[in-house]
Nanobody
Framework: QVQLVESGGGLVQAGGSLKLSCAAS????????MGWFRQAPGKEREFVAT????????YYPDSVKGRFTISRDNAKNTVYLQMNSLKPEDTAVYLC????????????????????WGQGTQVTVSS
């Protein structure tokens, strides 16, 4: 079992930056691939970023590529999402997710590939 707690959300002006954190419980965090998703009111849950448990592979959709960076610190049981050049359309609840252990290079782009979810943190970008 893994419990996930996100933090770092808030209100920021367009063009600004935020860094989200996701703290995980459990001694086997380093074997879980991690992902970030977001969900805006009335919209589908959207994939934002993923990182393999080894940290050696990441993947982003075109909507955030070049602006967002996912990273992890296995010693601190934490995964991060650095968000730069934020746009109003980035406004959403951001959720952290963990996938049960798999290949060291595995990354998941779909919400149903993840087994554990945090409660989310609100990010609001004003124009």
């Amino acid at each position: 079992q893994v419990q996930l707690v996100e933090s770092g959300g808030g209100l920021v002006q367009a063009g600004g930056s935020l860094k989200l954190s996701c703290a995980a419980s459990g001694r086997t965090f380093s074997t879980y691939s991690m992902g970030w998703f977001r969900q805006a009111p009335g919209k589908e849950r959207e994939f934002v970023a993923t990182i393999s448990w080894s940290g050696g592979r990441t993947y982003y959709p075109d909507s955030v590529k070049g602006r967002f960076t996912i990273s992890r610190d296995n010693a601190k049981n934490t995964v991060y999402l650095q968000m730069n050049s934020l746009k109003p359309e980035d406004t959403a609840v951001y959720l952290c997710a963990a996938a049960n252990p798999g290949p060291s290079s595995w990354v998941g782009r779909y919400w149903y590939e993840y087994d554990y979810w945090g409660q989310g943190t609100q990010v609001t970008v004003s124009s």
